[in-house]
């Protein structure tokens, strides 16, 4: 009887083990192993055509004296600040008016959640690109208005400005799962809050916000992750220009590995912006403490 039982567990196991086994393989394949490589090649000088040569901490020397990486560094931070918190408040403010119970919420739904199926499309930058050409779209539209128009791609603020805003028009994810927190909230609380005489914006800062800070914490720390990596959209519009100002560290990576052949220079810059990304997570975990409260 021991050993049927003992059999049966073992079956589980590796029925069990077969279910997780794609994860795991694809996890060492483009996770593990490539960290692990990474950290190897960061200590060597290795341009892909010769084998690689050991120069200890050379490469990390080299990136915290070089103006570049603090520039893309700055530059990175820049973008995450100006994406992050900016497509929180947008996609949470869509979701709070999507959540009515409205004839036809549906649709609208739907067509907010659009341009988030398109990803990182290289096509969707490369519009993104033609619209804010000195002769797009947008400048058309405001010549329409009378109103200035300014050479988008080629101001190292404007430029930034236009990588951002594509980060924001792509909000659905987010807002999909705001608007599944805000379904959840127990519709006694509101109702309870509205007979004690709350506003609806009292209702909104003191009741449902509290809530949902969970969420919140979720979303900000998975934009602030993607965030940091982001690369399609600058490498596609503006190429890390106009004078590198929008020349994230994603970028600087691929430029060193595929253009100068840096292989082992472009590796540390990958563990510096693992590190940066790891103390940033860590930090918001801290932080989680004192403004995140989870329900019982």
Sequence with gaps: ???????????????????????????????????????????????????????AFENFKMAFLSPDFWNSLKVSFAYVLLTVPSRLIFSLFIAYILSSK????????????????????????????????????????????????PTWLAGSYTALFVISILKLWQFGSTMVVFLAALKNIPIALVEAAQVDGATRKRTFWSIIIPYI??????????????????????????????????????????????RYL????????????????????????KSSNHWVTYQD
């Design 1 to 55: 009887m021991k050993q049927q039982k003992l059999r049966m567990s073992r079956r589980k196991d590796y029925i069990g083990m077969i279910f997780v086994a794609p994860w795991l393989i694809g996890f060492l394949a483009f996770k593990a192993f490539p960290l692990i490589l990474s950290t190897f090649l960061s200590f060597t000088q290795y341009r892909i055509i010769s084998a690689p040569t050991f120069v």
């Design 102 to 149: 409205v004839k036809g919420i549906g649709i609208f739904r739907s067509i907010y959640y659009i341009p988030s199926l398109m990803g990182g499309s290289v096509a969707v930058a490369i519009l993104w690109q033609y619209m804010f050409m000195e002769k797009g779209m947008i400048n058309a539209f405001l010549g329409m208005l009378h109103l200035p128009q």
């Design 213 to 258: 800070t969970p969420v919140i914490f979720f979303n900000m720390l998975t934009n602030l992750v993607t965030a940091f990596q982001e690369f399609n959209s600058p490498y596609v519009i503006t190429a890390g220009g106009p004078s590198k100002a929008t020349e994230l560290m994603s970028l600087l990576i691929y430029n060193n590995a595929f």
């Design 262 to 285: 840096k292989m082992g220079y472009s590796s540390a810059l990958s563990i510096i912006l693992f590190t940066v990304i790891t103390i940033v997570t860590v930090l918001l975990f």
